[in-house]
């Protein structure tokens, strides 16, 4: 005999049989893949698999828990104890931490991840382990916590009081919301209806009376449909309470510092997606910390420069390609005046020119430091610098175009490159006496490369077409990695061996073939432009966006970029998402720079 439905008087004890048996473990299924759903955008890639897994252990606690219960509490006890243990390796802790009992191991690794999220810029694309696991396992406390109160609201005979369905629910509410007020969610309102539609039939589903379900739904749609309508009207402005004021207590904020100098190591350090810059910029760039000017045997290297050496670029592609900026240190210490391209002197007192448009502080400058700057970088169609022609400056023939080679095992020696498509040949001071330095280049760790480098010039008709086909070159046959091998000349045997590296690799070894062939060149290192803040124009930069890249200096227009980094690299997907919709040259390629935290 099918059951009767009748309304429950308030406070009347209901078998569980004369309720809709489904409506509880589906509106919860409904609710919790939502709330997954959203606290997914946290993340990117998004953990998909190990969220679907959570929502399937925090269904089974509450629906699978309360059935076991009739039959046998204590297997009910032993069941509900396994899904809660199961769901730290689906989190994303190791399996056989949990199989060990390695509490303490896992306890430090989790504290180690909540020690991070405040200063985590969401949603989180880095790699460290322990903020993936830390905001994973915020997903699976909410979820587990519905589910356990739901199953215990279930172990009597009664249908569960209001105060306990609510209960059950905020956990979920807080796992769908949270997500929305650190990631603005697409369609705003109409995820709010449907928000608004789940937690309503996840609490007054079960009270539905048989046949009255179309008039309930009808009076959620017209509550839902108001709320939307009214929602623009009463969004804008401030809060009406200011939640985030809550945690801004006096804590220690973890700091970044970064030597930009090139190592070509396996990179070790936690890309955390920490904030250290915000940039107010009309036009994206790179922001350049410093400019890697010498090849020093092994690797690229600053060396400041008393005074300019090249001339500058033509009055009006200054007015074209300059603008001024606003810089603001968040999580960072920094000596180096951060900015693009080639830099005026910056609006701040105490500061030094260590290269032509580089600067630094008199002071390290910590969070909080704000300046202006102006600065120029250009960025030319490819026709115009076909154009440019190769009338270099002497003052190029002895910086921009010389490298210490080493040789028989003796101390590197600085030799000058003749420019693109001169007929003189590479020389070296030696002795006291200027001499032919070819023999010296073929019998030392870099013949490869400069056979390579006169290979490559020698297809060339111009400049440009030399610096495209060592790109070009560049992207064939090489691969993406943050842990290539130690070598005792990495960038030789990047180019001849292992074939693997990052933007370090990338960048010295492109500037490397480039100065071998006539062209000048050098290492840039700093930051790409980040990504935008669309509500509040500033484009924020965090320890993800630090990279190298190479600038190639061309007659008339100074030194352009150009960066040889594969695509494959994470911080090009951040960039390019960030400017795909914004005018100018979106970046080619990004990778990380080294990083020490302290």
């Known amino acids: 005999m099918r059951p009767r439905w009748t309304r429950a008087r308030s406070g009347d004890a209901v078998p569980f049989a004369s309720g809709h048996p489904w409506a509880r473990p589906v509106s919860f299924a409904g609710l919790a893949a939502y709330g997954a759903v959203r606290w997914a955008t946290l993340l990117r890639p998004a953990p998909s698999a190990r969220l679907a897994g959570l929502w399937a252990v925090a269904l089974a606690l509450a629906a699978g828990a309360p059935l076991l219960a009739r039959r046998s509490r204590p297997l009910a006890v032993i069941a509900s ?113 449907l928000l608004f539609g789940l937690v309503a039939a996840f609490l007054w589903a079960e009270r539905v009376v048989s046949g009255g379900g179309v008039k309930a739904v009808v009076v959620l749609a017209s509550a839902g449909a108001a709320g939307a309508i009214l929602a623009p ?13 809550w945690g801004r207590a006096p804590v220690a904020v973890p700091v970044d510092t970064f ?54 670029p033509a009055a009006g592609r200054q007015r074209r390609w300059t603008q001024t900026i606003r810089v603001t ?16 002197r910056p609006r701040i007192p105490g500061v030094v020119e260590t290269d032509p448009g580089s600067w630094a502080f008199a002071r390290t400058a910590g969070p909080g430091t704000s300046y202006e700057v102006s ?86 008709r111009t400049p440009y077409a030399y610096v495209e086909a060592v790109q070009r070159h560049l992207s064939r046959g090489f691969t993406y990695t943050e842990h290539p091998p130690s070598t005792r000349w990495p960038l030789e045997a990047f180019l001849f061996w292992t074939h693997r590296g990052y933007c370090q690799q990338f960048s010295g070894a492109m500037a490397l073939l480039l100065r071998m062939g006539g062209v000048p060149a050098r290492v840039a290192t700093g930051f790409t432009p980040g990504t935008l803040d669309r509500s509040t124009g500033r484009w924020v930069v965090t320890d993800l966006d630090a990279h190298a890249w190479v600038e190639v200096w061309f007659p008339g227009y100074g030194w352009v970029r150009r960066d040889p980094t594969p695509a494959v690299a994470a911080a090009r997907a951040r960039t390019v998402a960030a400017t795909a919709s914004l005018r100018g040259t979106p970046p080619r390629g990004l990778g990380p720079a080294q990083v020490h935290r302290r």
């Open 81 to 193: 104890a396994g899904l809660l243990l199961a769901a730290l390796p689906i989190a994303g802790l190791p399996w056989r931490w949990t199989r060990d009992l390695r509490i303490a191991v896992s306890a430090r690794m989790i504290g180690t991840g909540l020690e991070r999220l405040p200063a985590v810029l969401v949603p989180y694309s880095g790699t460290a382990h322990a903020v993936r696991l830390a905001i994973v396992l915020g997903a699976a406390v909410l979820l587990l916590d519905s589910a356990a109160v739901l199953a215990l609201a279930a172990g009597g005979p009664a249908r569960p009081s209001g105060a306990r369905r609510a209960a059950a629910a905020l956990p979920l509410v807080a796992l769908a919301v949270v997500p929305s007020t650190l990631v603005r969610p697409q369609f705003p309102y109409l995820q709010g209806v």
């Open 233 to 245: 009207a009463i969004a804008p402005g401030g809060p009406w309470v200011d939640y985030r004021a």
């Open 259 to 312: 030597d930009w100098n090139q190592t070509y190591g396996p990179l070790r350090w936690p890309a955390l997606g920490r904030r250290v810059l915000a940039v107010t910029a009309a036009t994206p760039e790179y922001w350049k910390a410093e400019n890697l000017d010498t090849f020093n045997g092994v690797a690229w290297v600053g060396s400041p420069h008393a005074a300019p050496l090249l001339p500058p």
């Open 329 to 344: 240190v968040l999580s960072m210490r920094t000596g180096d005046v951060i900015a693009g391209g080639y830099s005026a």
């Open 375 to 460: 600065s120029y970088d250009p960025r030319p169609t490819a026709r115009r610098l076909r154009r440019a022609g190769r009338a270099y400056p002497a003052a190029a023939l002895a910086t921009e175009l010389t490298l210490s080679i080493p040789h028989a095992g003796r101390p590197a020696l600085r030799v000058s490159f003749p420019p693109f498509h001169s007929r003189r040949r590479p020389a070296v001071v030696y002795a006291g006496r200027i001499r032919d330095a070819t023999s010296l280049l073929l019998g030392s760790p870099y013949a490869g490369a400069y056979r390579l480098a006169r290979r490559l010039a020698a297809r060339a």
